[in-house]
């Protein structure tokens, strides 16, 4: 089964990006790209997106510690 989810989900799931932000990285490879789903109404996938914060998460003990 295929859930698409809102900007305000991605809100609701800790993802607090501007719309102009997250186009940037969906431009640059590093976001889910949105589905059209009318005009001016995007939404994401939530598998996507998951998988967008489990990459996330994994990552973080890959990087340096910044302070």
């Known amino acids: 089964m295929t859930v ?5 989900d991605l809100r609701d ?3 607090h990006f501007s719309k102009m ?3 940037r990285l969906v431009k640059e490879n590093k976001f889910p790209a949105p589905v059209k ?4 109404t995007n939404a994401w ?3 996507e997106i998951e998988q ?12 340096p510690a910044t302070t």
């Open 4 to 8: 698409l989810i809102s900007f305000k």
């Open 13 to 15: 799931r800790g993802i």
């Open 21 to 23: 932000h997250i186009n």
């Open 37 to 40: 789903i009318g005009k001016g």
């Open 45 to 47: 996938l939530e598998s």
């Open 52 to 63: 967008y914060l489990a990459d996330c998460i994994a990552r973080r003990g890959t990087q």
